[in-house]
């Protein structure tokens, strides 16, 4: 490693270990792009400010450009002759042009310029995130529109409970990525304010435009504090805060999918594309594809978790510990991203097994609590019908019948309020049509909160 940007003040050679433990260029060659787009925002402010001159400008900006198209095409080695990428970009640019590449760096550290490639990074991987979570979001709305007639048990501590709608149950989910996406959207409020111009930590000598540099890059403000700005990784907390919850939505839908998809309860197909076998069990079809979401889970909350660690015993300004964010960011985007991807193609490939929802719903006496709301209505405190009902069950029970099997003559043995027009709260498949209260179960609110969604996604 020869390519030293801070050589002057050293009398001996950097150490191999020196160079193979400090060195970011191996992680953080993935911020070429924004790197270079960034110097060039500075490269042209400085020309602006009579800095540098405009044939200087021209000269740096022709050679920026084409080293990132080399880069894009793969014709630059990230080798290691290099310490990180602002060192290789500089370095590469002033082999191109000379000495006059050397004021590239003039009013800037690369205390600024890091957090200014990843405030630019993490900002083009939450815009796609967000379209990710969108997609997402129209594979579930269209599963439960398709199957918006079909009734499935709802469940508490995993044990039938009363029956819903299965476009219900998907818009629950529906609702959590909408939540994500706010979340998202807050953390890029964040991330978009430009950090450069802070240089080391204590600001410049030279008269920098940051407001130019802001409105050349997109930056909706300006950060206020040099050292702040130097400092901050907030933003990339902010984003795996967002990605950690959204991850833990995946892994409960996921978890969903497995479940249903086992041969205990059955209550969907999983096309074959995107299921695996076993090596040895001839007969396996698995739900990896879930699995491995609700797996990925965990490598999220310990980036999050890696991060605040790191962040918590730093004194300002920069402290070398700031280069651990890069791992840590790089692979929750990506887990992220793919995970997004996969839920999103996988969705459409759900098919519910209408016979088997049926027979599910049939049992576990699902309409208790209707029973007792008749009884309310029938002019018995709901505490009273709550224990009349419980006595009702234990009965059906120990008959090895459901509820709507027992004969009106057994049901007054419980209650004598108990009349002919009892029927229609004993029946499982009855009970969704009866909660068309706002945020309910029935059909009226689950279709209105289709069309909801359908308009919210379309804006
Ligand atoms: N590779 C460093 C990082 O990722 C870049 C900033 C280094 N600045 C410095 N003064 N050593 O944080």
Redesign the pocket.
């Known amino acids: 490693m020869t390519q030293k940007v801070w050589g002057g003040r050293f009398r001996k050679e950097t150490d191999t270990l020196t160079n193979r433990f400090n060195a ?1 260029i191996s992680f ?1 060659s993935r911020l070429y792009a924004q790197d270079i787009e960034g110097s060039m925002a500075h490269c042209r402010m400085l020309a602006k400010q009579g800095i540098i001159s405009v044939e200087d400008e021209s000269a740096i900006l022709e050679a920026l450009a084409k080293i990132l198209r080399e880069l894009d095409r793969g014709e630059i080695e990230f080798n290691d002759d290099y ?2 990428i ?1 060192s290789l970009v500089e370095k590469t640019l002033i082999e191109r042009v000379g000495a006059l590449g050397e004021k590239l760096h003039t009013g800037r ?3 600024d ?2 957090a200014l490639d990843v405030r630019m990074y993490v900002r083009d991987v939450i815009r796609r995130v967000v379209e990710l979570i969108k997609k997402t979001q129209v594979a579930i709305v269209d599963l439960a529109e398709k199957n918006i007639d079909l009734i499935m048990p709802g469940y508490t501590h995993l044990q039938r409970a009363q029956p819903v709608l299965v476009a219900h149950h998907m818009l629950a989910y529906y609702e959590m990525l909408k939540r994500d996406l706010q979340r998202f959207e807050e953390a890029l409020k964040r991330t978009n304010v430009l950090p450069l111009g802070s240089a ?1 930590l204590a600001g410049s000598t030279f008269n920098l435009d940051r407001v130019m540099v802001a409105e050349t890059l997109g930056f909706d403000g300006i950060t206020a504090n040099s050292m702040d700005a130097v400092s901050d990784r907030d933003f990339i907390l902010d984003f795996l805060y967002a990605s950690s919850v959204l991850m833990m939505h995946l892994s409960r839908l996921c978890e969903e999918l497995v479940i249903w998809s086992s041969q205990e309860f059955a209550f969907i197909t999983i096309s074959d594309s995107f299921c695996t076998g076993s090596s040895i069990m001839p007969q396996k079809k698995n739900p990896d594809l879930p699995e491995l979401i609700r797996g990925k889970t965990g490598r999220v909350y310990g980036h999050l978790m890696s991060l605040l660690t790191t962040m918590k015993g730093l004194p300002l300004a ?1 402290n ?1 510990d ?2 651990e ?2 791992e840590a960011l790089f692979d929750a985007a990506d887990t992220v991203e793919i995970c997004l991807e996969v839920i999103s193609r996988l969705l459409p490939e759900i098919t519910f097994n209408e016979e088997n929802l049926r027979a599910a719903t049939e049992k576990g006496f699902m309409a208790a609590t209707d029973l007792a709301d008749y009884l309310v209505r029938k002019g018995i405190t709901f505490r009273e019908a709550h224990e009349i009902v419980g006595k009702m069950v234990l009965f059906a029970i120990d008959q090895k019948k459901e509820l709507h099997n027992l004969s009106l003559e057994e049901m007054r043995r419980f209650a004598k309020k108990i009349d002919k027009d009892v029927e229609p709260w004993l029946d499982p498949f009855k009970t969704v049509n009866r909660r068309n209260v706002l945020g309910g179960t029935g059909p009226e609110m689950v279709k209105q909160c289709l069309k909801k969604a359908r308009e919210e996604l379309a804006s």
């Open positions: 970011s953080d310490e990180d602002h550290s690369r205390n310029q890091v080391a920069y070398k700031m280069q964010d890069k």
